[in-house]
C-alpha cells in the first residue's frame, strides 16, 4: 500500500475557483435539463428524475464508523465512532427508464439518517440526513461547466430524434461519445468508463467523482465491497438478457444474504495534480491512497418490494447538498447541481402530486 502523505490541502478560500461565464452556463444547463424533464414526463406522464432515473434496488442498512481514526480522518459525520442507519438506492445514471440492455454506468447513493447538526441547503437546515451520491467510475468526462453543458444542449437537441437514437443517447452516461459522433457531432471529451462490460452492479466500486469538503481538508469518497461474497461479484460479466436484469440480480441476492462494503476517503494533497475544478482528472492513488473510515452493513431483505419503490422513486429525493457544511460538494459541476437538483426535485414531487420527505427515522422507509 503507497505510503501515507504526511500533509493534506486544507479547505480555504481558493481551493474553488468560479470559472468564466459560470453562472450563465449554469442557467443554461439547467433550462436545457428542465426541458428535458417536461419531455420525459410527456412520453411517461409520470416525472422521473433527470439523472439515474431508473432504480434496481432500494436498502436498510448500517453505516459503522471505524472507531480511533487519526485526526484527518476523524472530520464531519465521521467524527466520532457510532452506528447510522442508512438507505441505499442502487440506479442506472440515464435521466431515462431504458432497458438493462443498453450498457451504462451505474450509481450507488447513501442517505445516512440521524445526523446531528444544521445542515447546508437554506431550506434544510434543521434535517438530520447527510447523502452521499456515488457513481461506478473515477471521472466526469465532461469535468466543468462549460463541456457539461456543451454536453446537455447536444443531448437535448438529440433527443428529438428517432427511438433508436433516443436509446442510444440514454446510454449517454458512458458512450455520450458515440452517440453523438453517431450524428456527426465530434465533442473533445475524455473516454467515458472503463468500457461497455457489463459487470455485477454489486461487485463494483463506486465513487463520488467530484471533490467535497471532508472537513478541514478536500476529499472524494468511495464505496467498495468488502464482504467475501461480494468481493467475488468484482468484475463478473452478466449477460443482460431482460429489461430488468438488474434490478433482479440485486433482489435475488438480498433475498437471501446480506452484504458489506467499505466507505473509504482520498484526501487531496496537490491541487495540481488532483484538482477540484476539473472533475475528468482522475486522482492518482499513489500520491493519496483511499483510506478506511467506515462500513455499511446491508441485510438480508426484500430489496424492491412495489411500496419501496415508489417511496424511493416518487417520495425521497437524494442530493449531494442534502449535507453538513464539513461535506459540501466542490467545483463548478457540483456548484451547478445546486440548482439543478432543486429544480428537478420541486418539478418530480409537484407533478407526480407526492411530498418531499427527508425521513428522521428508518421505520419510514417501507419494507
Known amino acids: 500500500?503507497?505510503?501515507?502523505?504526511a500533509s493534506y490541502i486544507r479547505f480555504a478560500d481558493g481551493v474553488e475557483e468560479i470559472q468564466p461565464n459560470e453562472e450563465q452556463l449554469t442557467d443554461e444547463t439547467v433550462e436545457s435539463m428542465a426541458r428535458l424533464n417536461r419531455y420525459m414526463f410527456e412520453k411517461h406522464r409520470h416525472a422521473i428524475r433527470d439523472a439515474h432515473a431508473k432504480s434496481h434496488g432500494i436498502l436498510r442498512g448500517e453505516l459503522h464508523i471505524y472507531p480511533n481514526l487519526p485526526a484527518h480522518l476523524a472530520q464531519g459525520v465521521f467524527g466520532e465512532a457510532r452506528t447510522y442507519p442508512v438507505i441505499i438506492r442502487l440506479s442506472s445514471a440515464p435521466g431515462a427508464i431504458g432497458s438493462d440492455k443498453q450498457s451504462t454506468n451505474k450509481?450507488?447513493?447513501?442517505?445516512?439518517?440521524?445526523?446531528?447538526?444544521?445542515k447546508f441547503l437554506a431550506g434544510k437546515k434543521d434535517?438530520?440526513?447527510?447523502?452521499?451520491l456515488l457513481v461506478n467510475d473515477t471521472i466526469i468526462p465532461t469535468g466543468d461547466i462549460k463541456s457539461y453543458r456543451d454536453m446537455q444542449l447536444k443531448l437535448e437537441q438529440l433527443a428529438h430524434t428517432p427511438e433508436g437514437l433516443q436509446q442510444a443517447l440514454s446510454t449517454a452516461a458512458r458512450v455520450a461519445t458515440k452517440a453523438l459522433n453517431a450524428v456527426g457531432v465530434h465533442?473533445?471529451?475524455?473516454?467515458?468508463?472503463?468500457?461497455?462490460?457489463?459487470h455485477h452492479l454489486l461487485g463494483e466500486t463506486y465513487?463520488?467523482?467530484g471533490a467535497l469538503r471532508y472537513g478541514d481538508y478536500v476529499a472524494k469518497l468511495s464505496v467498495a465491497p468488502l464482504s467475501a461474497n461480494v468481493q467475488a461479484l468484482t468484475c463478473q460479466p452478466v449477460d443482460v438478457q431482460e429489461d430488468g436484469t438488474w434490478r433482479d440480480l440485486v433482489v435475488d441476492f438480498f433475498r437471501e444474504q446480506g452484504a458489506e462494503y467499505e466507505l473509504r476517503a482520498q484526501l487531496c494533497t496537490d491541487l495540481q495534480t488532483m484538482p477540484v475544478e476539473d472533475a475528468s482528472v482522475e486522482w492518482p492513488a499513489d500520491q493519496s491512497p483511499h483510506q478506511p473510515v467506515g462500513k455499511l452493513v446491508v441485510p438480508a431483505q426484500d430489496a424492491y418490494s412495489p411500496a419501496r419503490r415508489v417511496f424511493a422513486d416518487d417520495v425521497l429525493s437524494f442530493n449531494p447538498f442534502h449535507c453538513l457544511p464539513a461535506h459540501q460538494p466542490?467545483?463548478?459541476?457540483?456548484?451547478?447541481?445546486i440548482k439543478a437538483y432543486?429544480?428537478?426535485?420541486?418539478?418530480?414531487?409537484h407533478m407526480n402530486a407526492q411530498p418531499r420527505l427527508e425521513p428522521r427515522d428508518i421505520s419510514q422507509l417501507p419494507d
Do not use: C, W
Request: proline residues 9%; glycine residues 12%.
Open 107 to 118: 450509481g450507488l447513493a447513501i442517505k445516512i439518517i440521524g445526523v446531528a447538526g444544521e
Open 187 to 198: 465533442p473533445n471529451l475524455n473516454p467515458i468508463g472503463p468500457g461497455d462490460q457489463n
Open 127 to 132: 434535517e438530520v440526513t447527510q447523502d452521499f
Open 330 to 337: 466542490l467545483g463548478s459541476i457540483n456548484r451547478a447541481r
Open 1 to 5: 500500500m503507497p505510503s501515507i502523505p
Open 342 to 349: 432543486e429544480r428537478s426535485a420541486a418539478y418530480r414531487h
Open 207 to 209: 465513487h463520488t467523482l
